[in-house]
């Protein structure tokens, strides 16, 4: 299994790559950000604490690159 930073490095280098809801799941459990399950529907959310922003993320596989590409930016804002 790769660690968190490669699976993110690899996100930031190659964001059109085959990313599963796994992957973003893992990376978010590494940086304490909340990934939470859709109730209904395949739409997940994710939510950096003390940010007002949720990013919604359908879960179809692969995941778009633009999502992708938020996502980054929402980590890379969580880390500073």
Known sequence: MAKTGDVLAAMRRNPAGDWTIEDIRRVCERLVIECLAPSRGSHWKVAAPGKPDILVI??????KPIYIRKFVAMCDEDET
């Open 58 to 63: 359908p879960a179809r596989r692969p995941i």
